[in-house]
């Protein structure tokens, strides 16, 4: 028992440890663009490019992963009766309200709002109920087992080509279970797989720009739930670590040839805040959730006159679930 929650523990601390890589990264996707466009006009605009790289990754991460794992309660499941555990599903829709750098035009400059839309089933299972130090504290060290997978249906008539699909697994790990006088509190963490998709013509021929990328996600939430009568409302914030290897090109605004660029782990990370609602009818829990996600930073080498978009801005999120536990 005592190695399984050390084990859970690890899972849920190692995101943590990617914390602070950003600059850094920003860094070398600025050094890619030197080597890529010695000439300053085509340097600049793939500056612009690679940050819509350092912006997308994140946002489409969100649409995947939303904030609350298991959406509506912070509680894990625990066991029902012996080693019979409980278990949770949920189908789950999620939208960020994105913003971009126009980018597909070399010729235009500002943002294009986006919105990036995901759809999740999210199971949970209960592997340990925990301890009860106390009469009326339980759940202490509790895990449960969970599991996700879903599809994003980008939208292509904003420069999106391909809709790919998402897994997910991971532990939520019980610091408290929800009960008449205290609220349920938890840590999650959890590990996504985005597939590839594409942002733009990778023919250089209907737009200037392209990115093609899948994302890696590491996440942790930090949650706390209260149930009053029918209503949940349960708060938390969270923390995601993005990777992937990324390629996106562009056409020289001044010669028209066209320009590619790689970069193997392109790491990034983002805090976010979340709050959900829920109102529940015997095992059915009907839930809202509103959240926002922090912004980036601008890739060296712009100015804000270069692209006129702010990468600082924070997203807001929101989605809408219907789960089942038993």
């Keep these: 028992m005592r190695r399984l929650i050390r084990t859970a523990l690890a899972a849920l601390v190692l995101p943590a440890l990617w914390a602070g890589d950003a600059a850094a990264q920003e860094a070398a996707l600025a050094s890619r663009c030197e080597r890529a466009a010695p000439d300053p006009a085509a340097r600049i605009f793939c500056l612009r490019v690679a940050q819509a790289v350092e912006v997308l990754q994140p946002q489409i991460g969100m649409a995947a992963t939303g904030g609350n794992p298991v959406p509506g309660t912070a509680s894990t499941l625990g066991m029902r009766l012996g080693a019979l ?15 971009l750098p126009r980018v597909l035009d070399a010729g235009t400059t500002g943002d294009v709002g986006v919105f990036l839309p995901g759809l999740n089933i999210d199971a949970a299972v209960g592997l340990t109920s925990g301890y009860s130090p ?28 391909g809709s790919p699909f998402t897994w997910a697994l991971g532990l939520r790990l019980g610091l408290l279970r929800e009960s008449f006088t205290l609220p349920g509190v938890s840590l999650t963490g959890m590990y996504r797989q985005v597939g590839d998709f594409d942002f733009g013509d990778p023919a250089l021929v209907r737009d200037d720009a392209f990115i093609d990328i899948g994302i890696g996600i590491w996440s942790l939430r930090a949650a706390v739930t209260k149930q009053i009568f029918a209503v949940g409302l349960t708060a938390g914030a969270g923390y995601d670590h993005y990777s992937s290897d990324v390629r996106f090109g562009f056409v020289d605004p001044g010669t028209a040839t066209r320009r590619e660029v790689r970069l193997d782990d392109f790491d990034n990370d983002r805090w976010s805040l979340f709050a959900n609602v829920s109102w529940t009818i015997l095992i059915l829990h009907i839930v809202g959730e509103l959240g926002w996600q922090q912004g980036g930073d601008l ?17 807001f999120f929101g989605g809408f679930a219907v789960r089942l536990s038993i």
Excluded: H, M, W
Aim: glycine share 22%; no cysteine; aromatic share 6%.
């Design 85 to 99: 555990p409980r278990l949770s599903v949920a189908g789950r829709v999620t939208g960020v309200f994105g913003e």
């Design 134 to 161: 106390l009469p009326t504290v339980g759940g202490v060290g509790s895990l449960d087992a969970l599991a996700s997978i879903g599809y994003l249906p980008l939208p292509g008539g904003k420069g999106f080509d």
């Design 299 to 315: 890739v060296p080498g712009l100015r804000a006159s270069n692209i006129r978009f702010d990468p600082g801005d924070g997203r």
